[in-house]
């Protein structure tokens, strides 16, 4: 499977700042995917990111929050914006269609760890 | 609206007790059931795709089988090493590239030595 890092792997953010979370995978993927975990749930998927093409965001979800970036096939980065505690999540990045194996499984990262203030 | 659940809730086995956990699905067009495992503070961990009723996986103690209507993931024999949250996911896409995962809420399965 592929070995996906992010980074932070957590942090403390006061309310009305932004975060960036960053994303690396070891292999080219065709697609990436945001997740948010809130405190005792399950995931939910924010928006899925192909390279070369705007990231597709779910409903409930906007761009204006959670800007996406996916410059390469290795790399994407999510930011938070204009935070509030409610906000307060793990996000997870993911990858799936990976080129090599041409499989449908989602592979996850460890986490990021977000406490808004 | 795909809905995934997860049955029970928590799960708390003595080393060596034998359980199954239950996924049941509702969803237009299954195209994988997937179960991961999560421990706490990590992302989940890939487990096992399933794609048709009847398909069986397994993996060490783990087994999941797939029906029409639910899965089922068998541990056999736990070890206190198997506690962990075990998440259920399905993808049933709306369009041809729609690789968006549902998930249940998870099952919390604790083993005591």
């Given at each position: 499977?592929?070995?996906?890092?992010?980074k932070?792997?957590?942090?403390i953010?006061?309310?009305?700042?932004?975060?960036?979370?960053?994303c690396?995978?070891?292999?080219?993927?065709?697609?990436?995917?945001?997740y948010?975990q809130?405190?005792?749930?399950?995931?939910?998927?924010?928006?899925?990111a192909?390279?070369?093409?705007?990231a597709?965001?779910?409903?409930?979800?906007?761009?204006?929050?959670?800007?996406?970036s996916?410059?390469?096939?290795?790399?994407?980065?999510?930011?938070?914006?204009?935070?509030?505690?409610?906000?307060?999540?793990?996000?997870?990045?993911?990858?799936?269609?990976?080129?090599?194996?041409?499989?449908d499984?989602?592979?996850?990262?460890?986490?990021?760890?977000?406490?808004?203030l | 609206?795909?809905?995934?659940?997860?049955?029970?809730?928590?799960?708390?086995?003595?080393?060596?007790e034998?359980?199954?956990?239950n996924?049941?699905?509702?969803?237009?067009?299954?195209?994988?059931?997937?179960?991961?495992?999560?421990?706490?503070?990590?992302?989940?961990?890939?487990?096992?795709?399933l794609?048709?009723?009847?398909?069986?996986?397994?993996?060490e103690?783990?087994?999941?089988?797939l029906?029409?209507?639910?899965?089922?993931?068998?541990?056999?024999?736990?070890?206190?090493?198997?506690?962990?949250?075990?998440?259920?996911a399905?993808?049933?896409?709306?369009?041809?590239?729609?690789?968006?995962?549902?998930?249940?809420?998870?099952t919390t399965?604790?083993v005591?030595?």
């Amino acid at each position: 499977s592929a070995v996906i890092s992010q980074k932070p792997s957590r942090d403390i953010c006061q309310r009305g700042t932004s975060l960036t979370i960053q994303c690396q995978v070891d292999s080219q993927v065709t697609m990436m995917f945001w997740y948010r975990q809130q405190p005792g749930q399950s995931l939910t998927l924010i928006a899925t990111a192909n390279q070369g093409s705007e990231a597709t965001y779910e409903s409930g979800f906007v761009i204006d929050k959670f800007p996406i970036s996916r410059p390469n096939l290795t790399f994407s980065t999510l930011t938070v914006s204009n935070m509030s505690p409610e906000d307060s999540s793990i996000y997870l990045c993911s990858v799936g269609r990976d080129r090599e194996r041409n499989t449908d499984t989602q592979y996850f990262g460890p986490g990021t760890r977000l406490t808004v203030l | 609206e795909d809905q995934v659940t997860q049955s029970p809730e928590a799960l708390r086995l003595q080393e060596g007790e034998s359980s199954s956990l239950n996924c049941s699905y509702t969803v237009s067009g299954l195209r994988g059931l997937f179960w991961y495992r999560q421990d706490p503070g990590k992302g989940p961990e890939f487990l096992f795709t399933l794609y048709s009723a009847g398909e069986e996986k397994e993996k060490e103690r783990l087994k999941a089988t797939l029906t029409k209507k639910e899965s089922f993931l068998h541990i056999t024999a736990p070890k206190p090493e198997d506690s962990a949250t075990y998440l259920c996911a399905v993808r049933s896409p709306k369009r041809s590239n729609d690789y968006k995962l549902s998930f249940g809420a998870g099952t919390t399965v604790t083993v005591r030595a």
